[in-house]
């Protein structure tokens, strides 16, 4: 009985943990003085502290770099035109992430598959 309560509890921290992943695709929308545009990601979790991705918009697509994560919290870059911005994020429930950079701040949302 011992033996199946202990998987039991393990299976269900395992399901806990991945509900908290923010692999997958999000999309948001950031509004500029030149109107707004659709902004989406792809993030990607590889080791356990490192976050990979690309980050498309209507003008094209740069891959994440410096990603990090850390629990619901992560930190990543991206460079474009000559300039690099770095912005952090946060994992509010498995359907909302919250961005915030030098520009403002973004809400994401899951894309459903």
């Known amino acids: ?14 399901k806990i943990n991945a509900q908290n992943s923010i692999d997958g695709n999000w999309k948001g929308t950031r509004e ?3 109107g707004t545009f659709e902004v989406s990601y792809s993030f990607k979790v590889t080791a356990d502290t490192v976050l990979t991705g690309t980050w498309k918009t209507q003008f094209g697509e740069t891959k994440l770099e410096k990603g990090k994560i850390n629990g619901k919290k992560f930190s990543y870059s991206i460079s474009f035109n000559d300039m690099t911005i770095a912005s952090t994020g946060e994992l509010i429930n498995e359907n909302e992430i919250i961005i915030k950079n030098e520009r403002g701040e973004m809400k994401l949302t899951r894309v459903k598959e």
Do not use: A, D, V
């Open 1 to 14: 009985m011992k033996y199946i309560f202990s998987l039991l509890l393990i299976f269900g921290c395992l």
């Open 32 to 34: 500029t003085p030149n």
